[in-house]
């Protein structure tokens, strides 16, 4: 089956078919700017699977809205469909009764990531790479190393210094190769993996650490389910965010489904970032679309700081009615809800 799933410049609107993107728009790079390309799909790409149908259809049921149009590079370890649940503590302690959590952590290897990785390294192996790298301060680097092991392509990881050890063992546990690196160095290895030895990089976009294109669609999924399981459209999702790819994906999802007119408004989109690190918040307040700082856990890689233009999260935020950014930090719960939070939903507390 072919699907005629189209890249578009979010700034330019330079269109082209699947191809690697690493490196964002080439025609805006051209003029020494950074925009993100964004998948596009035509309107009559319906997903196989019924969200509002009784059987619970794998993640590829959805794949006429993800980027993977040969279906034999599609890789699945049993991602997604993952437990919406009722909060029994939290939501009543915050007068919430219908706050539900979705419990990413029940994917393979516990990160909602795995979504990401899916179409990630289905799309390296549909483009035909032998070999993947990922930069990775945590789980994305096992993630894509399942994936990979799956694709029976050899996968390093390179990490930071600071990666615990648990981590490290998890990485060779899903059958990658943990490389660790001093310093900000392992982004100029990603670089030269790629552009000298061919490797597909599955993380950040070559020297603009933009994301790829690819990934973020996987997490589309999250909003399906979250229709399917509900029967209706929530009134806001709260997402946990470091650079919000999980956000941007999810809204991108319930857009999709009202698109398709099979529902008939989108839930506000709040974003949730550490203290510090709300990027997502500076941007909305300076009303601008470009994002204003890196994320301040990640050093910018040989003291480059590009403007990304089109950024898509604050668009996504204002699209969907979304609140002001909510910065949070432990102590905005008690420690009793913390370890509840904990307890019930892993994943809720993982960043994209
Ligand atoms: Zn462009």
Redesign the pocket.
Known sequence: MTLSVMFE??????RSGLDAWFL??????R?G?V?V?EAVYPGDARPTAAPFGATRDGFWGFAPRLPVPDAASRLTIGEGNTPLVRSRRIGPALGLPELLFKCEGANPTLSFKDRYAAVTVSVAKSLGFKKVVVSSTGNYGASVSAYAAVAGLPCVVLCADTVPALVLEQIVHFGGQPVVIEGPDRFGLVDYLVSEHGWFPAGLFLETRVHNPFGVEGYKTIAWEIVRDLHDVPDAVVFPCARGNGLYGTWKGFRDLHELGIIHRIPRMIACQPVGSATIAASLQAGTSVRLSPNPGERAGRGRRAQVRGDRRPRVRRGSGGGGAQPWHRGHLGRGQLRSRRGRCRAARAGG
């Open positions: 410049c979010v700034r330019c609107r330079f964002g728009c080439p025609d805006c790079g003029e700017m925009s390309l």
